[in-house]
């Protein structure tokens, strides 16, 4: 195990989106072993600090790998592109429009005479809209141009957006119940 | 983080919140985002024959400093001309809203925002 290495390196994962979720969870449970701090308890202080290290690089290779957002935001990150620190704001207007009109509709909605009904459609479009950008996404971050890399970064923009959304949804669906 | 009292009156009270018909060829429509936060923002301005601002609406799905950033500036152009709106700068409503370096963003959405308006509109009168 390397600190230096990437997550994926890290977990021994292809440095792809498509991953096995299945697999870097096994993986992670026998990282996790090898780094159980009682295993360490008879070391000295300098390897115990390096295995708290380790376990703390570990914990963030899992959160990062297991969600889509992150993962491909990662993988963004890994070719000189952070869109979680940027503060840009050239967008598609039709897509920003649209994301205007849903943000009202989840606004609007406990006010619905279904709001159940309303918020799990809402999620439903969300989850529409977000399956095709990870699918362009996951095709794009393969190919090494930087056409196809800039193209990766505007479908996550657009899955960031998304993801604002479906939070939200959720948060007023804990309101509700 | 704490808000400054100017942030909090307009997230409280926001100015001007409401929408115009974008189809009215009086009214320029601005429509911006931020990736970053997911932030978007709506602003819309209602022109008069001579060029003036007559009125304007915002609706804003984001942060107390995005939404104050984008109150103030709503405020601010009525009665502007197209160009004195044009050059708005966000250095100005951070300052006047005390915005933190970490929200200085929500101030350059709302200007953003105000020059994607003006540009609409002097697009749909073929200027």
């Known amino acids: ?177 | 983080m704490a808000y400054s009292e100017k942030v909090i009156d307009h997230y409280e009270n926001p100015r001007n919140v409401g929408k115009m018909d974008a189809a009215d060829h009086s009214v320029g429509t601005g429509m911006v985002g931020a990736p970053a936060c997911g932030d978007v923002m709506r602003l819309q301005i209602k022109v008069s024959d001579t060029g003036v601002i007559e009125d304007a609406k915002f609706k804003t799905y984001g942060c107390g400093s995005a939404i104050a950033s984008s109150s103030l500036v709503t405020e601010w152009v009525k009665g502007m001309t197209l160009d004195q709106a044009a050059e708005l700068k966000n250095t100005q409503i951070a300052d006047e809203l005390a915005l933190p370096p970490v929200k200085i963003h929500c101030s350059v959405l709302a200007e953003d925002a105000i020059k994607a308006a003006v540009a609409d509109y002097k697009q749909k009168q073929g200027k």
């Open chain 1, 1 to 177: 195990m390397d600190i230096k290495q990437n997550f994926f390196e890290f977990y021994g994962l292809p440095e792809a989106f498509d991953i096995d979720l299945g697999q870097l969870s096994r993986r992670h449970l026998e990282l996790q072993k090898k780094l159980h701090p009682d295993r360490y308890a008879h070391l000295s202080d300098q390897e115990r600090r390096l295995s708290a290290q380790y376990t703390a690089y570990l914990n963030e290779g899992y959160a990062t790998l297991r969600s889509s957002l992150l993962r491909a935001q990662y993988l963004l990150k890994l070719r000189g592109i952070d869109t979680h620190n940027e503060s840009s704001t050239v967008m598609d207007p039709l897509f920003l429009m649209q994301q205007m009109e849903l943000r009202e509709r989840v606004e609007e909605a406990p006010q619905h005479a279904d709001p159940e009904a309303e918020l799990a459609a809402l999620a439903e479009d969300v989850d529409k809209m977000m399956a095709p950008l990870q699918a362009e996404f996951c095709n794009e971050i393969l190919a090494p141009e930087e056409t196809s890399v800039n193209a990766a970064a505007v479908a996550v923009r657009k899955m960031q957006f998304l993801d604002k959304l479906r939070r939200e949804i959720e948060r007023l669906e804990d309101e509700l119940y």
